[in-house]
């Protein structure tokens, strides 16, 4: 977005598109971009919430200066010390030497070592005001979603909540940065790719944090990725709620490492026993090549997840393995997996993803189909089996 919006009485989008950027935490791509929302309140005294990406406080001070009009800045709230957030703090201290810093006990010492930051420096606890003069703004740590010093910032005047990263999604803004400005399906997509690759794992520290907000009374929320929520925020909070309880769709994910082609024939055939088994809701993956936050997002999506490889130099095959320690690490559950592989001689494949689904602790549905070589027809009717099975487990 080109200049600053107003968004809330006093209060203005400051934040930065950023194009540039390829790889998200230098692993997850970025087709459409991805947005650093930064608010300030211009009220009695003038308050910024997070702040931008190092590389970007040319844009960011720009809006900031723009806004404030030849005023000061007063405060900087600090949600998060994530550096997408508080890359700029250092910059920001030198234009606004008085500025004072807002964290609880979690950001101060991370204030220190980013920024060599220690003057300056309010620490607030949980559910602390800060009276604005005519804004009152309360802090609400929510730890571990998804690092320790996480804080949301509730403006109980124009009832937002800022919320850092929770209820963040991809994507740059376009013309539309309101949710009432675009159709649903171009922001829910990549909140969910934005979940299931940064928050997953901390799913019982969402439900704690929503449990925790439940008593206010929002009419925005303003995270500091993607989509400001103005018109409906009941939806993005049922779709945190449903996402961090492993609530799921029914629907298939299969995902298949192969480099000759012949464990691909297994995962076509168990996605053909799926649709015979009447589910629409089917993805078919090649693990080496597709963009793996989607196979994640889809996976976070729907309650059925198989998962063949080949094997190669005695362990499963390497883009496989690369999504089962990604799932591992994401911890997810309440979903129904069904496992296969392939080898020509030592084996390895099926004991490596036998391994995974000990970790992940996840229904197993069978068979469990091993293929030497090129699956016979006798393999690929046990793959179709597994499919159907699957369907089964998931309507
Ligand atoms: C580079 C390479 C390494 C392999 N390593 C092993 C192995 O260690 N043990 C084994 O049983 N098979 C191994 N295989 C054989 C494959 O797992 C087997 O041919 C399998 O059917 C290949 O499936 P695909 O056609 O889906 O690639 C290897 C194959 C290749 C090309
Ligand atoms: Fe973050
Ligand atoms: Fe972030």
Redesign the pocket.
């Known amino acids: 977005m080109y200049k600053t919006l107003s968004v809330a009485k006093d209060t203005w989008w400051v934040g930065v598109n950023d194009y540039e950027t390829d790889l998200f935490e230098s692993l997850w791509p970025l087709p459409q971009g991805v947005a650093y929302n930064a608010y300030v309140i211009s009220a009695g005294k003038t308050v910024a919430v997070d702040t931008v990406k190092g590389s970007r406080f040319d844009d960011y001070i720009d809006k900031v200066l723009s806004v404030l009009d030849g005023r000061p800045l007063d405060y900087l709230v600090v949600n998060h010390m994530e550096p997408d957030h508080s890359g700029v703090i250092s910059c920001l201290k030198r234009t606004y030497p008085d500025l004072q810093l807002i964290g609880n006990a979690k950001t101060v010492p991370l204030l220190k070592e980013y920024h060599g930051i220690v003057e300056g420096v309010i620490q607030v606890k949980d559910g602390e005001n800060l009276d604005i003069g005519g804004h009152l703004l309360t802090f609400y740590t929510i730890p571990m979603v998804h690092w320790p010093e996480s804080m949301v910032t509730f403006d109980g005047t124009t009832r937002t909540l800022f919320s850092n990263d929770a209820f963040g999604g991809y994507g740059a803004h376009e013309g539309g940065i309101f949710d009432d400005e675009k159709p649903r399906e171009r922001w829910e997509g990549e909140m969910l790719r934005y979940y299931s690759t940064i928050v997953a794992r901390y799913s019982g520290m969402v439900q704690t944090a929503l449990k925790k907000l439940s008593g206010l009374d929002i009419a925005n929320i303003y995270p500091a990725h993607g989509t400001l929520f103005r018109h409906d925020i009941r939806q993005v909070i049922e779709l945190y709620d449903r996402w961090s309880k492993q609530e799921t769709e029914s629907g298939v994910v299969v995902a298949y490492g192969?480099?000759?082609?012949?464990?691909?024939r297994m995962a076509e055939a168990v996605c053909r026993g799926v649709a015979e088994g009447g589910v629409k809701n089917l993805r078919l993956y090649d693990a080496a090549r597709a963009d793996t936050s989607l196979i994640l997002s889809d996976i976070w999506r729907y309650k059925g997840l198989v998962l063949l490889g080949?094997?190669?130099?005695?362990l499963l095959f390497p883009a496989l393995d690369a999504l089962c320690t990604k799932l591992v690490n994401r911890m997810p559950k309440k979903r129904v997996l069904g496992i296969g592989g392939?080898?020509?001689?030592?084996?390895?494949?099926l004991d490596a993803l036998r391994a995974f689904a000990d970790t992940v602790k996840l229904e197993k549905i069978g068979p469990e189909v091993e293929?030497f070589?090129?699956p016979t027809e006798a393999d690929l009717e046990q793959c179709v089996e597994l499919g159907r099975n699957m369907a089964k487990a998931v309507l």
């Open positions: 192969s480099m000759y082609g012949n464990t691909r080949c094997t190669y130099n005695t392939s080898y020509s001689w030592s084996k390895g494949a293929v070589a090129a």
